[in-house]
């Protein structure tokens, strides 16, 4: 039988929260972070679909922050997706399998007959 995983060693279909990018004060002692820009990336089945977003962040209180020198990758996704909780994840990651359901047989289409 042959293997329809594209990469071995990856189990898809699966998906990839990354930090596209963020904006900090730079005026305090530690550059408060209070916007996350961030993209979402579904794989299956050779396709892939994606989004983009940004969420607002309340200061942390005061002497709890972590320096924006000290932040990394895994720490900020977990804000991003604390702040949508696990409903809201699971309703994201749905509406881009269906985006990729869509581009395997797709159910509608755009454009004129006589083109």
Do not use: C
């Amino acid at each position: 039988m042959p293997d329809t995983n594209p990469a071995p060693g990856i189990d898809f279909p699966f998906t990839v929260w990354q930090v596209a990018n963020m904006e900090r004060k730079l005026n305090d002692e530690i550059g408060t972070v209070f916007t996350v820009h961030y993209t979402v990336t579904h794989f299956r089945d050779g396709e892939q679909a994606g989004a983009y977003g940004s969420i607002g962040l309340e200061a942390p209180e005061s002497g709890t922050g972590i320096p924006y020198a000290q932040l990394d990758e895994d720490t900020v996704v977990g804000w991003v997706k604390t702040h949508f909780g696990d409903e809201k994840i699971a309703e994201i990651e749905a509406a881009l399998d269906a985006q990729i359901s869509e581009k395997l047989a797709p159910t509608k289409s755009a454009g004129v007959p006589w083109a």
